[in-house]
């Protein structure tokens, strides 16, 4: 159960914050762990990526409309999830007073809303095709926010490793439309039953 529990922290943290939460440093191999303190200074790394482009220009409220359209997306995700699947009902609830077979099927339940959600909602394809655990080849001109390259790498591309996890890439979006006027931050209504 906890790592159904971590999954969701760390799914969610990474999507509002950008960053993994520090409780799950135990659970994180030795390599990826934060140090506790700052660490001496280290040599620049023996690989050096180099974008094929230059990015394109920003416009001048790129940051702005950026945060805005993404917080609208998260928000309307979360919306979602809590609908389909009471999500964050499930994640405010503490589970320490029950049994695992009691926790159990509640995740069913919760898994299968969220689940609906991705199918409707998000078309998803891996990032790298095979099998987890199979060898793969790391071409030169990769994209490090594609491929995340772990443990020790020397020389220059291309890496030959064993795929850890294939990754996620969103193909398609299908949110939605709100119209205006709509708070986008109530995520679930409050329901009141009249006598």
Same mark, same amino acid.
């Given at each position: 159960?906890?790592?159904i529990?971590?999954?969701?922290v760390?799914?969610?943290?990474?999507?509002?914050?950008?960053?993994?939460?520090p409780?799950?440093?135990?659970?994180?191999p030795?390599?990826?762990?934060?140090?506790?303190?700052?660490?001496?200074?280290?040599?620049?790394?023996?690989?050096?990526?180099?974008?094929?482009?230059?990015?394109?220009?920003?416009?001048?409220?790129?940051?702005?409309?950026?945060?805005?359209?993404?917080?609208?997306?998260?928000?309307?995700?979360?919306?979602?999830?809590?609908r389909e699947?009471?999500? =964050?009902d %499930?994640?405010?609830? &503490?589970?320490?007073?029950? $049994?695992?077979?009691?926790?159990g /099927?509640? #995740? +069913?339940?919760?898994?299968?809303g969220?689940?609906?959600?991705?199918?409707?909602?998000?078309?998803?394809?891996?990032?790298?095709?095979?099998q987890?655990?199979?060898?793969?080849?790391?071409?030169?001109?990769?994209?490090?926010?594609?491929?995340?390259?772990?443990?020790?790498?020397?020389?220059?591309?291309?890496?030959?490793?064993?795929?850890?996890h294939?990754?996620?890439?969103?193909?398609? =979006?299908? %949110?939605?439309?709100? &119209?205006?006027?709509?708070? $986008?931050?109530?995520?679930?209504? /409050?329901? #009141? +039953?009249?006598?």
């Open positions: 159960m906890t790592r529990y971590l999954a969701f760390c799914f969610f943290a990474l999507l509002f914050r950008g960053r993994l939460p409780q799950i440093a135990p659970f994180l030795e390599e990826l762990r934060p140090s506790p303190a700052p660490p001496p200074p280290t040599p620049l790394p023996v690989v050096e990526l180099v974008p094929a482009q230059p990015p394109p220009a920003k416009p001048v409220n790129a940051n702005v409309d950026k945060a805005g359209l993404r917080g609208e997306g998260a928000l309307a995700l979360l919306s979602l999830l809590q699947g009471r999500f =964050v %499930f994640m405010r609830e &503490s589970l320490d007073g029950y $049994r695992d077979q009691d926790i /099927a509640a #995740v +069913r339940d919760v898994h299968r969220c689940r609906k959600v991705l199918e409707v909602h998000l078309k998803l394809e891996p990032v790298l095709p095979g987890e655990e199979s060898a793969v080849v790391v071409p030169a001109g990769f994209d490090p926010a594609e491929v995340r390259l772990l443990g020790e790498t020397r020389g220059a591309p291309p890496f030959r490793g064993t795929l850890v294939h990754g996620w890439r969103a193909v398609e =979006v299908r %949110f939605p439309h709100l &119209s205006d006027g709509v708070d $986008r931050r109530v995520l679930a209504p /409050a329901e #009141v +039953r009249v006598a």
